[in-house]
């Protein structure tokens, strides 16, 4: 990608014609493959070596990047790649597990993986902003002007089902998809905190800390996310609904991965994650409404009401403490906020119309 924020070509891995026209079943067995590649000993020696060892995985892998980007946008497709981007994308966050799983976080090949699909689908996802209209917008004053609609916006097609609609398996299934990136919470924050500070760092330093609960694991708010689940009796272990997870959602999580973990995307991430804070208490809020509804305990609605009261201070704090300085600062640049700002605000409403399609059907199957 370059460093106007429109993504570069990054040339298609070596393949063979082995999956012209995939399939689900292709594509479960190339996850498959990667699986082996993670946990391989030296998988790029044994590449090396035995260079023909990907290119199934590979073949797969272009299908699927010509399926999702330049054809038939393919749901199969888009799936298959974003759980490829977060297999990989995950080795970055420690998980207090088996250490051998890390064995090749830093493997030349994964990376060339990672780097091809990135390329593409971010060519794709631009494509679907106008990026040359916002290089003309007055930043501060768009900045300001989408904070306050977003802060108190009419209820959305998912809010209102979430509201006056789901029931319980719709709940259960909203709790699932969610717990993927609710019980890491914060993580790909962390990974912008290194490096000289000021006083925006400082006031991303305070957000992270309210985030991670002042260092007490049980203020958390990953940890209030595991007792929600804890209190329906569901599975509370990181990861541990990851087959229930939409490309939609899994999209958004990679796209903090990808402009947290670059610099150059640094202001990008910043405007994503102010649209983040921003909008947060009135989309959780129809959350909190059902779980009300729904009867639950004070306890399943705990981590709804603490966003709801905290990230509307955080939104302020993103928007007058980090965004409006960083646009004097970075003056040529300061485009880049809207463009993160905007594509999390549309990757994010696809993800929650995912989510509600999930959910309905989560309701429909309990009442058959």
Known sequence: MQSDGVAASVAPLETTNTFHFPSQANYIEAERQLGEFLLADDLDGKIEQEPALTQAFDSALEAAINSAYKGEDSPEAH???????????????????DLNFYKNERSEYL??????????????????????????????????????????PPASETGRFFRDEAREAAYRRL?????????????????????????????LTRVLVEE?????????????????????????????????????????????????ERKLYFLRYIGGLMYTEVSVPAGFQH??????????????????DLHIKEDEKHGQWMLNDVALPLVDKYNGDAWQLLLGYDQQRFVS????????REARQADSQAAA
């Not at 049980?218 to 804890?230: A, E, N, P, V």
């Open 79 to 97: 799936l298959f790649l974003q759980r490829v981007l977060y297999r990989i994308n995950r080795l970055k966050l420690f998980w207090y597990d």
């Open 111 to 152: 990376r060339r993986v990672r780097d091809r699909v990135e390329a593409e689908w971010q060519t794709w996802e631009l494509d679907q902003l106008d990026v040359e209209k916002l290089k003309t917008l007055d930043v501060k004053e768009a900045l300001m002007s989408r904070s306050a609609e977003d802060l108190d």
């Open 175 to 203: 709790l699932e998809i969610f717990s993927l990136d609710g019980l890491v919470e914060a993580s790909q924050l962390c990974r912008t905190m290194g490096g000289a500070s000021n006083r925006v760092h400082e006031m």
């Open 212 to 260: 991670y609960g002042g260092g007490r694991l049980h203020r958390k708010h990953s940890s209030y996310f595991k007792t929600m689940l804890d209190d329906l009796k569901m599975n509370a272990e990181p990861e541990g609904y990851f087959e229930r997870t939409p490309w939609e959602v899994l999209a958004s999580i990679n796209l903090s991965f990808l402009l947290s």
């Open 287 to 304: 959350y909190r409404d059902t779980a009300a509804r729904l009867g639950l305990s004070k306890e399943a609605m705990a981590y709804w």
């Open 349 to 356: 409403d696809r993800a929650a119309t995912a989510i509600m």
